[in-house]
């Protein structure tokens, strides 16, 4: 067991990634929509996202990086390991979670229950998963089995293990046979690092204010009291970018005004779509960056927009353009 200090706004997915370094935990959609930050809480499948830190105190946290026993993976992973969900980046960590939370309370029915009849009684059925398999979560129990006869033929000339295949035998031979996935073992294990996974020392977080607006005029934007939040390290607006003029270059299959693409990267005088990014912001931590961002004031001049194509003379209004 191990103690530290978390702030009352990090939710538990911050904990384990940020704090902890378990990383095979993953940040998808932030809303508990995706699965990819599915985490045990008590031997209870949840999303790590939606729960805060505080909340959990005392309680049993198991991530994906917990399931395998040593060298040996858990029978989940080992079936995952041979279906095409371990394509997906974050689904198989998920999968994994949840499935073997499922297949603990199958295991333990009552005598003369159905495992499918028990498993549509689950609390963690397939039905709050969401995930993204391609093929039907009903079939995972069978999975399992069928994992486990082929992990036995397969051993027979090559030892299967979080360390990955090593030997020569049947997993040699490529063609015509359905090879693993090279990347499997760590992607199943929670080992595999991707780019925002990567913490470095004094590394900076940044976030990004856009408009609310479809189409307006900047008239004046305040950045001073976002400054002043502790943790700050800087606040960039186009005023910091260089202009490049009507300079023209050629980038990929034609040729490219460079002042459009430098008014898209921050809006200067007009913003041209909801969600058009006008200032960024690097601070301490994410929670800093989103609170200065928050704190920046800019004035609008909401102008005319095209929404409609078919909107007749009134949606090619010359000022919606301009």
Not at 90 to 107: E, K, L, N, Q, Y
Not at 181 to 204: W, Y
Request: with cysteine.
């Amino acid at each position: 067991m191990r103690e530290f200090l978390c702030e009352s706004r990090q939710t538990l997915l911050e904990v384990l990634r940020d704090v902890l370094g378990l990383t095979g935990t993953k940040e998808g959609c932030s809303n508990g929509n995706c699965g990819a930050c599915t985490v045990l809480l008590d031997g209870k499948a949840i999303n790590s996202c939606l729960v805060l830190a505080v909340e959990v105190e005392g309680a049993r946290i198991e991530t994906i990086e917990g399931m395998a026993s040593g060298s040996e993976l858990d029978p989940i992973q080992q079936a995952s390991w041979r279906t095409p969900r371990c394509s997906v980046g974050s689904a198989p960590r998920a999968s994994s979670c949840r499935r073997r939370r499922c297949w603990t309370r199958i295991r333990s029915r009552p005598k003369g229950k159905s495992a499918t009849t028990w498993r549509e009684t689950c609390a963690d059925a397939p039905a709050t998963t969401r995930l993204c398999e391609p093929c039907s979560v009903l079939r995972w129990p069978a999975e399992v089995t069928l994992g486990a006869r082929r992990n036995r033929d397969d051993c027979k000339d090559s030892r299967r293990s979080a360390d990955g295949p090593s030997g020569g035998g049947p997993l040699c031979r490529v063609i015509g046979t359905r090879p693993i996935r090279h990347d499997a073992v760590d992607k199943l294990t929670g080992r595999a690092k991707f780019g925002i996974d990567v913490h470095l020392p004094e590394m900076l977080h940044g976030a990004v204010l856009r408009s609310p607006e479809v189409h307006a005029r900047i008239r004046s934007m305040d950045v001073s009291q976002a400054a002043r939040v502790p943790g700050v390290r800087a606040i960039v607006t186009s005023a910091d970018l260089p202009d490049p003029g009507d300079r023209v270059a050629e980038l990929g299959e034609g040729s490219v005004v460079l002042r459009h693409l430098s008014h898209n990267v921050l809006a200067r005088a007009k913003v041209l779509y909801r969600g058009h990014a006008v200032a960024a912001v690097a601070a301490d931590s994410s929670h800093l960056a989103e609170e200065a961002a928050r704190q920046i004031r800019v004035d609008y001049e909401v102008l005319p927009a095209v929404l409609d194509s078919a909107g007749g003379d009134e949606g090619l209004d010359p000022l919606a353009a301009s």
